[in-house]
């Protein structure tokens, strides 16, 4: 075998997760799952149930309902609940509590100084487009901003935001360069 074809050429730079959102979930579903039952007496799964065979196949020897493959080839396939009123998630939650603890109950805005929140902002912003070396540079030039002009700076948010969205600017324009 040859060694380039072993060898990786790159190296991954990034990584994101992201959840669905409820327009992506019922576009990628399969199915509806509307049975509570899952199986039935014999222990065979339900239509309509969470282990519905359009689902991917349950044992070895079965064919997918959805793609035709059997259980080596078959990925799986999602499907949906429809539920009567909004669930959060609870994997979610530790970061939901904090998120509340740290906003005002009035006004719903987070307790930080606006250029502070402005740098969360921008800092989300760099994320999505992938500029992860952007983050701390952002983070960098708050600080010095900070450091240069002290209590100061809580008049100079137009000033802060400048900054910051030139610093995004610039990555990105870098970004679509890079590709060009």
Known sequence: MNEEQVVPSCRLSGMSFTLFSAAELRRLSVKEVTNPQTFDVLMHPNPGGLHDSAFGPADWDEVCETCGMNSIFCPGHMGHI?????????????????LLQGSCTFCHRL??????SYLCKKQMQALNFGLLH???????????????????IKNMFEDVKRSLDECVDEAMIGMFASVV
């Open 82 to 98: 429809v539920l009567p009123m909004p669930v959060y998630n609870p994997l979610l939650f530790q970061t939901m509590f904090k």
């Open 134 to 152: 952007t983050i701390d540079e952002l983070r960098d030039i708050l600080s010095d901003l900070q450091n240069r002009f002290g209590d100061g």
């Open 111 to 116: 307790y930080m100084p606006r250029r502070v």
